[in-house]
């Protein structure tokens, strides 16, 4: 029997062409209805379809099956039926959209430009805020300062942020054992100078990188939040700082003390005014948009817990050890910082002769304030995060991670608080003067404000509108 496609003989009986594969009869598959027409037809019998359209490879839906030559390899045509495939597409790579703030909804009281002015403004509020807390970082420094009747003036000299990198160490004890109790002081300062510059700088750090993926437009968040955490990144190492040299003592009204000097003083105001000024002008902004009363009430919880948090920081920066002593009908109130406080035990220790009890009263107190110290730290860490975040967002909801460190942050002052109460007691408990006692005013305030912070925290959570939730998706019916 002849081919009718390339005229090859094939036996009596064959149905398909032993060297083209198609069928004999002439007739092939229609590819639309799927019956059999004649091959040589330009049209199906049946359906009327034009055989000869041209026919487009579509990306298959279901994987190749494997072959020895791979799965895109053509597979040959068969029992005169046109076989196509089509291999897989590759995959592109599309460029990440431009992100694109959402219009402004709700209430607001602004025009839209106005609204748009005041936040600029605010912007390079909380620029100069950064900028400042950084510089004067670096001009941390304490002066001596005497007072009487609510006059004080200082003395020329002082300590600088940097005397704990050297000056610190010099001491007038040679003796090994007291020279390591002097120096105490010192490698307690040094440890929260260090960490509180690294703080700062991490704070930028963190400002450049928000500032980049603004630029970028891959972000809708302000720089407040890096801006105030850097603000409080400052107050804290100005904190860890006095917490370490600061020292205080009034007799009959007369006061002598080692406090923040002028510079010092004055990157806190310029940096809590700049801060405030661009807090303030962000709530602007943001308008009274949503039910007021919760605007109202998450608002004023974040600035209360600013507060807070800023009393805190002076309180922790006040010293470590508070002392009372009276003799005579005289009142004499003292507070140590580490220094001072590890040179009067080293002091001690040489005029009793290398007494055992000032040995072991050094080994306490060193041992409660290196918890002092990781609990001011982690103070100083986890406050700056939940204060910028709450600075940042005074109307939003607050999240678990802000809650978290809000939470933690009062924790780490509540437990600083307390050991400062245990190691004024413990100094004067070894000391043996009968005419010494303790002065806890200052470490239980410390502890109660950073508990009121807990509080505040939980109760601002609690007052605050539950997150939306999604709203349920029906599956499309195939």
Same mark, same amino acid.
């Given at each position: 029997?002849?081919c009718?496609?390339?005229?090859?003989e094939?036996?009596?009986?064959?149905?398909?062409?032993?060297?083209?594969?198609?069928?004999?009869d002439?007739?092939?598959?229609?590819?639309?209805c799927?019956?059999?027409?004649?091959?040589?037809g =330009?049209?199906?019998?049946?359906?009327?379809?034009n055989?000869?359209a041209?026919?487009?490879?579509?990306p298959?839906?279901?994987?190749?099956p494997?072959?020895p030559q &791979?799965?895109?390899?053509?597979?040959?045509a068969?029992a &005169?039926?046109?076989?196509?495939?089509?291999?897989?597409?590759?995959?592109?790579?599309?460029?990440?959209p431009?992100?694109?703030?959402?219009?402004? =909804?709700?209430?607001?009281?602004?025009p839209?430009?106005a609204a748009e002015?005041?936040?600029k403004?605010?912007?390079?509020?909380?620029?100069?805020?950064?900028?400042? %807390?950084?510089?004067?970082t670096?001009?941390?420094?304490a002066?001596?300062?005497?007072?009487?009747?609510?006059?004080s003036?200082?003395?020329p000299?002082?300590?600088s942020?940097?005397y704990?990198f050297g000056?610190?160490f010099?001491?007038?004890?040679?003796?090994?054992?007291?020279? $390591?109790?002097?120096?105490?002081?010192?490698?307690?300062?040094? !440890?929260?100078?260090?960490?509180?510059l690294?703080?700062?700088?991490?704070?930028?750090?963190?400002l450049?990188?928000?500032?980049?993926?603004?630029?970028?437009k891959?972000t809708?968040?302000?720089?407040?939040?890096?801006?105030?955490?850097?603000?409080l990144a400052?107050l804290?190492?100005? +904190?860890?700082? *006095?917490?370490?040299i600061?020292?205080k003592a009034?007799?009959?009204?007369?006061?002598t003390?080692?406090?923040a000097?002028v510079?010092?003083? +004055?990157?806190?105001v *310029? &940096?809590?005014?700049a801060l405030a000024a661009a807090?303030?002008?962000?709530v602007?902004?943001?308008?009274?948009?949503?039910e007021?009363?919760?605007?109202?009430?998450?608002?004023c919880?974040?600035?209360?817990?600013?507060?807070?948090?800023?009393v805190?920081?002076?309180?922790l920066?006040s010293?470590?050890?508070?002392?009372?002593? =009276?003799a005579?009908?005289?009142?004499?109130?003292?507070?140590?910082g580490f220094?001072?406080?590890?040179?009067?035990?080293?002091s001690?220790?040489?005029?009793?002769?290398s %007494?055992?009890?000032?040995a072991?009263?050094?080994?306490?107190?060193?041992?409660?304030?290196?918890?002092?110290v990781?609990?001011?730290?982690?103070a100083?860490v986890?406050?700056?995060?939940? *204060?910028?975040d709450?600075?940042?967002s005074p109307? &939003?909801?607050?999240?678990k991670r802000?809650?978290?460190?809000?939470?933690?942050?009062?924790?780490?002052?509540?437990? +600083?608080?307390?050991m400062? +109460?245990?190691?004024?007691l413990?100094y004067?408990?070894?000391?043996?003067? =009968?005419a010494?006692?303790?002065?806890?005013?200052?470490?239980? !305030? $410390?502890?109660?404000?950073?508990?009121?912070?807990c509080v505040?925290?939980?109760v601002r959570?609690?007052f %605050?509108l539950?997150?939306?939730?999604p709203?349920d998706?029906?599956?499309? *019916?195939?």
């Open positions: 029997m002849k009718y496609h390339c005229d090859t094939n036996l009596e009986g064959a149905q398909f062409c032993k060297k083209c594969g198609r069928r004999l002439g007739m092939s598959l229609c590819t639309a799927g019956k059999m027409t004649p091959a040589d =330009e049209y199906c019998i049946y359906c009327g379809s055989r000869n041209p026919v487009y490879s579509m298959l839906r279901f994987p190749l494997e072959t &791979g799965k895109s390899a053509a597979v040959p068969a &005169g039926y046109p076989v196509r495939t089509a291999e897989k597409p590759k995959a592109r790579k599309e460029k990440a431009e992100y694109t703030a959402p219009p402004a =909804e709700g209430n607001s009281f602004l839209a430009r002015i005041v936040g403004i605010s912007e390079i509020a909380a620029l100069v805020t950064a900028a400042l %807390s950084l510089i004067f670096f001009l941390i420094g002066s001596l300062k005497v007072g009487t009747g609510g006059v003036a200082g003395t000299g002082g300590f942020i940097f704990f000056d610190a010099q001491t007038a004890y040679t003796e090994k054992k007291s020279k $390591l109790i002097a120096q105490t002081g010192a490698f307690f300062g040094t !440890g929260c100078v260090v960490f509180g690294l703080l700062v700088v991490l704070s930028v750090v963190f450049a990188r928000r500032i980049v993926l603004i630029v970028q891959k809708d968040k302000g720089i407040l939040a890096p801006a105030a955490m850097t603000y400052y804290f190492t100005v +904190a860890l700082f *006095l917490l370490c600061g020292q009034e007799v009959a009204g007369v006061s003390s080692v406090a000097n510079g010092t003083v +004055a990157g806190i *310029l &940096g809590a005014v807090f303030i002008l962000s602007l902004k943001q308008g009274m948009t949503g007021m009363r919760d605007y109202l009430i998450r608002t919880s974040s600035v209360l817990y600013a507060i807070l948090a800023f805190a920081i002076g309180l920066g010293g470590a050890v508070f002392m009372t002593t =009276e005579l009908g005289i009142k004499t109130s003292t507070v140590q220094q001072p406080l590890f040179t009067q035990i080293a001690e220790y040489v005029a009793s002769g %007494s055992e009890t000032y072991s009263l050094y080994n306490i107190t060193a041992a409660l304030s290196a918890v002092l990781v609990a001011a730290a982690a100083c986890t406050g700056s995060r939940a *204060l910028s709450l600075i940042s109307g &939003g909801k607050l999240q802000t809650l978290a460190f809000a939470i933690a942050a009062g924790l780490c002052l509540a437990a +600083a608080g307390v400062m +109460a245990v190691v004024s413990v004067v408990g070894k000391m043996g003067n =009968e010494l006692s303790a002065a806890l005013g200052v470490p239980i !305030g $410390l502890a109660v404000i950073g508990v009121f912070m505040l925290a939980i959570k609690k %605050s539950p997150e939306e939730e709203a998706v029906v599956p499309a *019916l195939s």
